[in-house]
Structures are given as structure tokens and as C-alpha cells.
């Protein structure tokens, strides 16, 4: 049994204060980290709830206009409010479609924006506190490497870790070129972070996943107006039709005049250590005609430094296929 603390925060300053002790996370929906402290992987010493916050400050869990026509997700909203927003599913289609991919209805309703994108990777030897796991135990090994690795990632490993990042709105959000709202504790205001740099590669460092400090919470999501948004999906590979980590995923937006492409977004999940951006990809679309051979070449630059391993060398036809179709649906 873990002996922990657990406080409701009333206010975003006294739950950052307690935020700042050591051994302290915060839950939300608590769709992820309870099931962590049943495994014994997440042992906190002290647990804040913070849903309380928006009775205290409604922005938190709001969904607000921005005057160039963004839209600002507090990161209480409930993931089914943000899939379900009329504005959302309009303007930024590749989100909506990202969240009601992703989990189950019921978990829906509970999880946080913020939560869901801090979430922690599914891979079984993580989880598993028998065996070795550099991510849960630095210096220990990484079991996945030598061990069954079918889900694990082929784009930005090391060899400490494999782990995959199992979201679904965080590729999305990278594609887009979102921002996040971080408050840290004894600071007036958030500071604004590109939530590409959000997640950090595991390096020789697989315990240290983003750059948040101890104390810092993400308040909000702010997508940006750009022209590709409106044209954008997401699409997901995964063994079930339903409540299930993708192996691989695309979110692709464009921005088409007539069949030029102006602008292209593109990222990949289900097959990186983060959410990945492919810089590659969109290069070898951009001032070219929205074609199969177009399309073909992106997979191919966005796939060149893939590292297989055993047993996942298949995700790098797979990934490719899925970027294929999607910038095909989405160019159509």
C-alpha cells in the first residue's frame, strides 16, 4: 500500500505551492496516474487534486475565442468538451478527431487536456516493476531492447529506451504548431511554451520526460489560426477498432491552391519516443502538386532515420502507408 497525502487544491497559487514539494503530482480526471500507483510505478508522496481550480478560475477549464481566430483550451477542459466543440471540430478537425480516437467514452469524460498530454508511455516493461527499466529505474537497462518490442518506437530512441509516446491529441497539437501555457509556482503569469519542446528525447536520460520543473502545471492549450487547420485529420493504425494505442498515426494538415501545396503539416505517433514532427515530410511537400508520387516521397523523408528493431521493423511500411493515405484523404 502507498502511504501518501492527498489535498485539495481551492486555487491555482496554493496548488502550485504544494506542487513544489518533492515526491507530489497533481490529478485531474487521474486516468493515468492511479492506474500507475496501483502498479507501484508512481509511488507520490503527496497527491493535489487540482479539479477544484476552475470553480476558482473558469479559464481553466474554458474554451475561449482568440482574436486572430485560435482557439485557447484551459487544461481542465475535459477531453469529450474539446472533441465535441463546435468550434473545434470546424477549424482544427485533426483535434477533434485526435481525442475521440483516442481511450473509451467513459475515460473520456474524466481525463484532462493537460493530463492527457503528460500521460506516460504504455510500454509493458515500464509497467512491469519486476523488470528492469532505465524509465523507471535510471541505470537499470532497458528490458524492451533485448525483450519483445513489436510496440515500441523506431524514431528518437537511444540505447536506454525504446518507449513510445502513446498519445493521440499531442501529435496533433505538434503538427499544428501549438503552444502551451505553463505556470510555475511563485510566478504572476504563465509563460508561453511551443509544445514541440515540451517532451524531451530519452537520451541517456530516460527518466526525464518533459521540461516542466517540479511545481509548474500546464493551464492551457492555445491552437494557432492557420490556413492548413481546416484541412486537416488524423488518422490511426492500431490491433482493435476501438480503446486501443495506435502502432502508428498520422496527422497531416494542408493548405492546397488548387492542387499546389502551400503548406503542409504533418506528425507522426505510435512510433517515436514523442510526439514527432516531420519537418522532412512537409519540406518534400511544400510547392509540389498534391500527388501520389508527392505523397510517397514525404513517407519516405519522414521514415530515412528510422531504427527498427526484432520485432517492430514492420511500423516503418506501416507509418509510411498511414501518412500516404491520410495526406490522400485530406488532400481529396
Sequence with gaps: MIDF????????SSALRAGAA?????????????????????????????????RADPSLSAIGELPDGGLRIGALARMRDVAWDARVRE??????????????????????????????????????????CNKRDPGSGCSAIVGINRTEAILGTSSHCIATYPGDLGVALVALGATIGVRAPGAGADRALPF?????????????????????????????????AKRSMYLKVRDRASYAFALASAAVALDLEGTMIRDARVALGGIATKPWRSHEAERALIGRSATQAA???????????????????????????????????VSA
Aim: hydrophobic fraction near 45%; glycine fraction near 6%.
Design 91 to 132: 477549424r482544427f478537425p485533426v483535434v477533434s478527431q485526435a481525442l475521440l480516437l483516442a481511450a473509451s467514452g467513459q475515460l473520456r469524460n474524466m481525463a484532462s487536456i493537460g493530463g492527457n498530454l503528460l500521460q506516460r508511455t504504455r510500454c509493458p516493461y515500464f509497467r512491469d516493476t519486476a523488470m528492469p
Design 196 to 228: 514541440a519542446d515540451l517532451h524531451v528525447l530519452p537520451g541517456t536520460h530516460p527518466e526525464r520526460e518533459t521540461v516542466l520543473r517540479p511545481g509548474e502545471l500546464i493551464t492551457a492549450v492555445v491552437l494557432p489560426a492557420i490556413a492548413a
Design 22 to 54: 518533492p515526491a507530489t503530482r497533481f490529478i485531474a480526471g487521474g486516468t493515468n496516474i492511479v492506474d500507475l500507483m496501483k502498479l507501484n510505478v508512481e509511488r507520490p508522496a503527496h497527491l493535489v487534486d487540482i479539479n477544484g481550480l476552475g
Design 295 to 329: 505523397f510517397r516521397a514525404a513517407a519516405n523523408a519522414a521514415l530515412a532515420d528510422a531504427r527498427p528493431h526484432r520485432d517492430n521493423g514492420f511500423k516503418v511500411e506501416l507509418a509510411k502507408r498511414t501518412l500516404v493515405r491520410a495526406l490522400t484523404e
Design 5 to 12: 497525502e492527498y489535498v485539495r487544491a481551492t486555487d491555482l
